[in-house]
Nanobody
Framework: QVRLEESGGGSVQAGGPLILTCVST????????MGWFLQVRGKEREAVAL???????RDADSVKGRFTISRDNSKAIMTLELNNLKPEDTAMYYC????????????????????WGQGTQVTVSS
């Protein structure tokens, strides 16, 4: 059974760092597009960053220069390093795998993913 499990969320003051980890089981993570999304309560889920099949990266304008996505295929782990956190980064963060539509190109942020983790909460205080 394919599973994704996030960890690493928590409470941090503005300007601080966090590292989110997504562990995948049940399949070879390098064979799939994978990404991080966030959702603020009451709002739609938003794409944060993704890793394409060829290993290329995309990230949202709002996190450029602050968040870094990476993947260790040997350990089936995807990581999101969050630096210089802002209160507006407060959200539930989800990892996702196996994109089936809008995976790349200009519409990458609308990617339709099949497998999702349960999420990990990030709270940034000012």
């Amino acid at each position: 059974q394919v599973r994704l499990e996030e960890s690493g969320g928590g409470s941090v003051q503005a300007g601080g760092p966090l590292i989110l980890t997504c562990v995948s089981t049940g399949y070879t993570s390098s064979s799939y597009w994978m990404g991080w999304f966030l959702q603020v309560r009451g709002k739609e889920r938003e794409a944060v960053a993704l890793i394409a099949l060829d290993g290329s990266l995309r990230d949202a304008d709002s996190v450029k220069g602050r968040f870094t996505i990476s993947r260790d295929n040997s350990k089936a782990i995807m990581t999101l390093e969050l630096n210089n956190l802002k209160p507006e980064d407060t959200a539930m963060y989800y990892c996702a795998a196996d994109c089936r539509q809008y995976c790349g190109g200009v519409n990458w942020s609308k990617g339709l993913y099949i497998t999702w983790g349960q999420g990990t909460q990030v709270t940034v205080s000012s």
